[in-house]
């Protein structure tokens, strides 16, 4: 075996610069692989991440009539005391934070211009709130007993060119059915990285949310953040309680997770794509090699060669190719993928009219070991699998056929 | 002896619609140890006769004995596994494996066969030494000249001790004095060793060499003269 890898080695060895571009096709092929397996997965990671953190919550506990597509304000539809349900719910073991919150749809009126949001009355004192609280890009965060101030995302206040201390009118559905609408001052403008979210959400303190849509005391839902995301289905038999329904990040985001498991399947093809045009190349140059050491073949043959032993050097070359094409590909996706890892790609998602799902601005890639060594291994495969053919025509020459070729 | 038989082969090629009689119905015996020359014009069917009893092709019609065995009918692998342990060739090109060394091309015949590394290295050196290249095995067959690499041929098809060596033109591409050299080289060693060489020639002074005279003609013997001694 080592005799024939030496054979094979110097073999690709005679011409070196078509040996190196046949595995460089190779190497960026797999490059190429890395970086779309790692930006798929750097983005729903990111995405599914950001959907908990700002949207869905680990978990959300609501009435059992409580439709979401509606947004529904109806009394018999929301939680009453809904302080006392997330300190029942704070209570248990993996949960890290619960607290009430208050969904309601309506617009944002400015001098010049208008733009729907989604309104959501938030206890300012609670955890969940990090994320805003954190991306405070002026202004200051709300207070529990503020009664005239709200929040807005930076993409909203871009858009209707609005900044601290801005008055605004703002129009909310009403537990009545009706339209009720005040002026409200911009008390800080936030930044969540997902300008499709920030775009959007307008944040009151919980107190004045219910006021102003005459839901009372009651909330929409109890936001549920755990310690971690894998404790999501342990703690979902602790929550379960007549007239109440549990809902999952999962369940939340239901468009996101068939996105993410539809990807995986549907990247396998392009995967097989971009190996099968790299594939190509090592076709052409072991097919090219064959013609050109055709007599060769026929002076092996004729020594003894076993037609699968024929096969076996060109199938080692094949493999060297390979293992080349590999390492540079590893060294070629690893540094792109390390470097859009740290910087991140820019993504002006709200163009693309995404719904439904957030992202954030820029895509950090996550090249997991999992992809790394699957993609590897593809790559390996799909190299031998170009080479068989190639190898397969040498080992069926006719020794004298191969004999007589030219040299 | 017998080392190789042919009876009444032919050996016809299809080109298209086009048959060309190679061989018509020859028949020969080659002993152990003979030292034999195939000789004819071109065309005649030296070649093809040296292929058939090489076992690298397949008569069209008649038989094929290799020291015994029926090989008429054996396929490629099986010719292959005939070859490996009991036939060497050296052909009119050079015909070495350019990204080998001297010790490594003799060495191929040898891996294929199974051979020990201490087996190889003992086998390949004494070869070495036999076609006067003791000093040159470290060197690819780009760095030797055409009498020298035609000289490791020799101990290539020497390596796993075949009963029988087949040599189709060795000195059609060298100048005289390469030519005797390798010429001599054969005859030595098949006096010392005993092997069993058939080459095929059409140049007079290779011929002088040869103990036996087999003459083809337009795909038949016509002539099969003795002309020396079994050494």
């Known amino acids: ?407 | 002896m017998e080392v190789a038989k042919v009876e009444n082969v032919t050996r016809v090629y299809a080109v298209g619609k086009v048959e060309t009689h190679a061989l018509r119905g020859v028949n020969l015996t080659i002993e152990s140890g003979e030292f034999t020359a195939l000789v004819g014009p071109s065309g005649s069917g030296k070649t093809t006769l040296l292929q058939l009893l090489g076992c690298l092709d397949r008569p069209t019609s008649g038989r094929v004995y290799i020291s015994g065995k029926d090989v008429s009918q054996l396929n490629r692998d099986q010719r292959a596994d005939m070859r490996r342990g009991t036939i060497g060739f050296i052909f009119q090109f050079f015909a070495l494996i350019p990204t080998l060394t001297a010790y490594e091309n003799i060495e191929m015949p040898l891996l294929l066969n199974g051979h020990t590394a201490g087996e190889r290295h003992a086998r390949i050196t004494e070869l070495l030494e036999a076609v006067g290249l003791g000093d040159r095995g470290a060197s690819r067959p780009d760095q030797l000249s055409g009498g020298q690499q035609q000289r490791v041929a020799i101990a290539r098809a020497l390596a796993s001790k075949p009963s029988l060596i087949l040599a189709d033109e060795p000195t059609a591409n060298l100048d005289t004095p390469n030519g005797q050299q390798v010429m001599e080289t054969m005859t030595r060693l098949n006096k010392e060793t005993g092997v069993t060489f058939v080459f095929a020639t059409h140049d007079p002074r290779v011929i002088g060499y040869a103990r036996r005279v087999v003459t083809l003609r337009d795909g038949l013997v016509a002539e099969d003269k003795t002309v020396g001694k079994k050494p």
């Open chain 1, 1 to 407: 075996m080592i005799q024939i890898l030496k054979l094979a080695f110097r073999n690709l060895g005679r011409n070196r610069r078509r040996s190196f571009f046949s595995a460089l096709a190779m190497g960026v092929a797999l490059a190429l692989l890395l970086l779309m397996a790692s930006t798929i997965q750097g983005e729903m990671n990111d995405a599914i991440e950001l959907a908990i953190r700002l949207q869905s919550g680990h978990l959300q506990v609501r009435t059992a009539t409580y439709d979401e597509a509606k947004t529904s304000l109806k009394w018999e539809d929301l939680i009453e005391n809904p302080g006392q349900v997330a300190a029942q719910i704070e209570a248990i073991g993996p949960v890290a934070v619960a607290t009430p919150r208050l969904y309601a749809s309506g617009f944002v009126t400015t001098r010049e211009e208008s733009a729907g949001v989604r309104v959501v009355g938030i206890d300012p004192l609670s955890d969940a709130n990090a994320p805003y609280r954190d991306g405070m890009q002026e202004g200051s965060f709300l207070t529990p007993d503020d009664r005239e101030g709200l929040l807005i995302g930076r993409a909203l206040a871009n858009r209707l060119e609005l900044s601290t201390g801005d008055v605004v009118n703002l129009s909310v559905n009403t537990s009545g059915g009706e339209v009720d609408e005040q002026a409200f001052t911009v008390r800080g403008i936030y930044s969540t990285g997902s300008s499709g979210y920030d775009g959007l959400t307008v944040f009151l303190p919980l107190a004045k949310a219910q006021a102003l849509t005459g839901a009372d005391q009651r909330a929409s839902a109890v936001f549920v953040m755990l310690e971690d995301t894998a404790e999501t289905d342990a703690v979902i038999a602790a929550l379960q309680a007549p007239g109440y329904q549990v809902l999952t990040w999962r369940d939340l985001n239901e468009l996101l997770v068939q996105t993410e498991q539809l990807s995986a399947s549907y990247m396998v093809f392009f995967y097989l794509i971009v190996l099968g045009i790299a594939a190509t190349v090592i076709v052409n140059t072991q097919i090219m090699s064959v013609y050109e050491r055709t007599r060769e073949i026929g002076i092996l043959s004729a020594i003894g060669m076993r037609g699968r032993q024929l096969m076996v050097i060109f199938l080692t070359e094949s493999a060297l190719l390979a293992v080349g094409g590999i390492l540079l590909g590893l060294l070629i996706g690893g540094v792109v993928v390390a470097y859009l890892s740290r910087y991140g790609i820019p993504l002006a998602i709200e163009q693309f009219g995404i719904t439904g799902m957030l992202f954030r601005d820029r895509i950090y890639t996550l090249l997991t070991v999992r992809d790394t060594v699957n993609l590897t291994l593809m790559s390996f495969v799909v190299t031998l699998l170009a080479g068989l053919y190639p190898a397969v025509l040498a080992s069926r020459m006719e020794p004298v056929a191969a004999l007589r070729a030219e040299k």
